[in-house]
């Protein structure tokens, strides 16, 4: 006999509504609040934002690259942010071990100067006294200034890509409803980094997108299934639709956030110090995406309302041939 996992039960008659107004009002104050946290304590930005300076150092050892130990030898130099990752390529030597070092650029400073290379490269030597500096490159203000407004950007496309796919697919109230729901959980993303001074760079910027993928996946999920019971039912409540709709796709939503979960708290936990700011934006944008699809994105088609005499149809319907569905 075949053992089912079920983390709710097949049919479910919870009121999604019945608190709509603290639920909704919640995520109201969540977003205004994200947005004090961003302007008033601003974001602790990482190297890709703020510019430093690389270094690239080469060492000729047959045992792994202790990253920990290169953290801790230039740890009391007092740099601030300093990323280091081992670099791998095919064509490397079996002993050849290279890794770069990425510093904030310090106070006044557009690149660590030549006298902080040397301390830096005599805290190296430390664990390796074989070690040497290959090569330099800074990232300027300037540079970093553009990779920020570009983050910016590519944020903002993916959203207007959205809106314009929700609005095709569906209807305009779906497509505001979509987007204000992937506003919400971008912004109070933010807002947790802005209050817990947890760095911010370009890994972030990646978590962020993967966010609006995630929470607009489970939002269609949900629209479609509005859509076929707005046809289903055609005398029932818009309101008892969407809870219906809701009721319906709620296993779904529950095993697929827990199950991604599962393997996000697992990296959160054990991934180490260099993912670690990306899965918490990960777990965090998850649990924020799966309360938004639920209670926010359903909230401001409601709130629009919905013309129930012209629901639009799936466009794959105009391809393949479909049984009417009966009414109620």
Do not use: C
């Amino acid at each position: 006999m075949a053992f089912r996992l079920k983390l709710v039960p097949e049919k479910t008659n919870f009121d999604f509504f019945k608190h709509q107004v603290a639920t909704f009002g919640f995520s109201v104050v969540m977003v205004l609040a994200s947005i004090v946290l961003v302007l008033t304590m601003g974001l602790n930005l990482g190297i890709d934002f703020r510019g430093g300076t690389t270094i690239r150092t080469e060492a000729d050892q047959t045992e792994p690259v202790d990253i920990g130990a290169y953290r801790s030898a230039i740890a009391p130099l007092g740099l601030g942010d300093v990323l280091i990752t081992q670099v791998y390529d095919p064509n490397f030597r079996a002993d050849q071990k290279v890794v770069t070092i990425r510093i904030q650029a310090q106070d006044g400073q557009e690149a660590i100067s030549p006298e902080t290379q040397a301390k830096v490269l005599d805290s190296l030597k430390t664990v390796n006294k074989d070690i040497k500096i290959v090569a330099t490159e800074s990232i300027g203000p300037k540079v970093s200034g553009e990779l920020i407004w570009t983050a910016i950007w590519s944020v903002l496309a993916a959203v207007a890509a959205i809106l314009v796919y929700i609005w095709l697919r569906f209807e305009w109230q779906f497509s505001v409803g979509a987007v204000a729901a992937l506003i919400h959980d971008v912004t109070v993303t933010v807002g947790i980094f802005a209050l817990f001074q947890i760095k911010f760079d370009l890994s972030i910027i990646a978590a962020l997108l993967t966010i609006l993928g995630y929470s607009i996946n489970d939002t269609v999920v949900v629209f479609d299934r509005l859509r076929e019971n707005l046809v289903k039912y055609k005398k029932m409540p818009l309101r008892e639709v969407m809870n219906l709709s809701v009721n319906e796709t709620l296993s779904r939503t529950v095993m697929t956030s827990g199950t991604t979960l599962l393997a996000l708290i697992s990296l959160l936990v054990l991934g180490g110090d260099v993912i670690r700011n990306f899965v918490f934006a990960m777990t965090w944008g998850v649990i924020v995406g799966t309360y938004s699809s639920v209670y926010v994105a359903k909230n401001i088609v409601l709130f629009i309302g919905l013309d129930r005499n012209k629901e639009k149809k799936d466009p794959s319907e105009k391809f393949f041939d479909k049984t009417d569905v009966a009414t109620d």
